[in-house]
């Protein structure tokens, strides 16, 4: 007897069906040899981490695809050609934490606004709507931005429009239902369910926001549904292992290396005491992410620091931008929070990796996304990475010292550049 379609099987297929038809192979098979590209970056230096791809490249755009990527294509072949010598060139910068619901959220900035700032070509909301403001950041924001927008959904149906005043000093505020509901009527877009768990937004409620929102995840029916889970002072040192002990492989810790105090300023953070805690490893190494969410009050040297030394590094690197905290001495824009990490050890092509590739395989809503390889969306970010003396502060006005920085230079978005060349007719997308 056949099985019926329940309704997991059908959001399964939507999602699958949006990934698909985001890839026109039909018409990259139609390319011929007289055929010009619509845009050539020529002459950068591409990093590509998903490929493990390093070295002087030309990328060939067509009908919003990458078409081509060789190591020398003929300027005489396209019908516009962005000079990247001297530049590093990347899959479009992915930016799993930010706050992109302005008119709807308490802190939202217009995606686009950012992007010659940090050079990102996809953002993610990071809990601005929830389901009584969902449906505004879908209609009139996600249609109108040029930027790939997705969103965690707030387990508070109020989202964000209430910041500063806390979401959830009042539970009620925490609805289950219409989380789930809200999620899998969204699931092209909404990638799970956003929960912040710092005393200062939950007061005395412990795991139950966080329990909630997993269980939203759940109903919902959505396939990988997860949670994004904000943390910096929870109520007591002991609340912080029993919110990683929650925590489900692939679920994001975002905040990771924060170092708020709670309100009682007392440090309740995955690092105590210079020491990780065994939960924060053991959250770790069963397959939780560890995103930055920088922010203006949610990176502490001192925390990243003893906690990457005791095995809990980072997976994803993110901005947590906003109207305030973009105003912040750590200025949170994603392509200076990569050149944070860049300048404590890591390697250009692992903050590039945890930019990129790992941000989209963590949403994928959009197949190829945060890659280079031929089929791929054109999405592409050119980096000056600047030599020199450079200073950094974190949240918590400790300095550090560096030697190199990442300097945005120019961003093309569904094969469409930012600024020059033009298109005629004008498009984005």
Not at 59 to 86: C, L
Request: contains cysteine; proline residues 5%.
């Amino acid at each position: 007897m056949k099985r019926p379609v329940t309704r997991r099987d059908f959001v399964a297929g939507a999602a699958a069906a949006s990934a698909l038809a985001s890839i026109p192979t039909a018409v990259r098979a139609a390319m011929g040899p007289n055929d010009k590209f619509d845009l050539l970056i020529k002459g950068g230096d591409v990093l590509d981490p998903s490929q493990r791809l390093r070295g002087v490249r030309d990328i060939g755009i067509r009908y919003g695809m990458i078409e081509a990527v060789e190591a020398d294509i003929p300027v005489a072949r396209a019908q516009k050609v962005i000079t990247a010598t001297g530049r590093l060139v990347t899959p479009g910068l992915v930016d799993l934490h930010a706050h992109v619901f302005p008119y709807g959220s308490g802190i939202g900035i217009p995606a686009d606004e950012l992007v010659q700032h940090q050079a990102s070509t996809t953002a993610v909301s990071g809990g601005d709507a929830g389901a009584n403001n969902f449906a505004a950041f879908r209609r009139f924001v996600v249609g109108t931005t040029r930027s790939r927008l997705f969103a965690f959904v707030h387990i508070a149906n109020i989202g964000l429009t209430g910041f500063p005043i806390a979401e959830l000093y009042n539970i009620d505020y925490a609805r289950t239902e219409d989380a789930a509901r809200t999620l899998a009527e969204n699931a092209d877009i909404a990638i799970g369910i956003k929960v912040r768990m710092s005393e200062n937004v939950v007061a005395k409620h412990g795991t139950e926001p966080l329990k909630r929102a997993i269980a939203a995840c759940v109903m919902s029916g959505v396939p990988g549904a997860k949670i994004m889970c904000h943390i910096g002072g929870v109520e007591n040192a002991g609340l912080m292992s029993e919110i990683l002990d929650l925590l489900r492989k692939d679920d994001i810790l975002t905040h990771c290396y924060s170092g708020a105090p709670n309100l009682q300023n007392q440090f309740t953070n995955i690092v105590q005491d210079g020491k990780l805690l065994p939960a924060a490893l053991a959250a770790k190494r069963r397959g939780v992410l560890f995103d930055i969410g920088h922010g203006g009050g949610s990176f502490d040297y001192t925390v990243a620091e003893a906690a990457i030394a005791q095995g809990a590094g980072p997976d994803t690197i993110s901005s947590d931008i906003h109207v305030f905290s973009g105003n912040t001495p750590g200025m949170p824009y994603l392509t200076w929070v990569m050149s944070k990490f860049l300048n404590m050890g890591f390697s250009l092509e692992d903050v590039v990796r945890m930019a990129t590739i790992t941000p989209a395989r963590a949403i994928n809503r959009v197949a190829k996304l945060g890659t280079l390889q031929v089929g791929a969306p054109a999405d592409v970010s050119m980096l000056e990475v600047v030599e020199g003396p450079v200073e950094f502060v974190d949240t918590r006005n400790n300095k550090r010292a560096g030697k190199v920085h990442l300097r945005p230079v120019q961003t093309v978005a569904g094969g469409i550049a930012y600024g020059r060349p033009y298109n005629a007719p004008f498009s984005v997308r």
